[in-house]
């Protein structure tokens, strides 16, 4: 339950950065690009590979599992899930599983889209 709440507390804040990031690029760069998703993604994956790094580095194993879930499951999951997905990708291709790691990324941006085109075509046909 405590890592629950860890979690929990992180992805709060990590969704609301989000949120402000999304109004301050919204307001400062236009309506024209997701400029919002945009810049919580690269930053968010600059931070993921930043943390994990450092706590790698520094932190003993089994040490920072609170650490880890409250920094990279919350708060940057709520920031931003592709900072999970480039995370795995990159664990993927250093283990030397190039081919799994460019397929990983092939296939989960491909479905990801087709996901949501999907979600849409279900909602509406179902309200309509």
Wanted: net charge positive.
């Amino acid at each position: 339950m405590v890592h629950f709440l860890v979690v929990a507390g992180g992805g709060a804040i990590g969704a609301g950065g989000r949120h402000l990031v999304n109004l301050a690029a919204l307001r400062l760069l236009g309506p024209g690009f997701p400029w919002g998703t945009f810049i919580v993604n690269v930053v968010g994956c600059l931070v993921m590979g930043l943390m994990i790094g450092g706590l790698i580095r520094w932190m003993p194993l089994g040490s920072s599992q609170t650490a880890r879930l409250f920094l990279a499951t919350g708060l940057l999951g709520g920031f931003t899930t592709f900072s999970a997905f480039s995370l795995d990708f990159a664990v993927i291709w250093e283990r030397g599983a190039v081919l799994t790691a460019i397929g990983y990324a092939v296939a989960t941006v491909v479905a990801s889209i087709m996901a949501v085109f999907v979600g849409l075509w279900l909602m509406r046909w179902l309200t309509s």
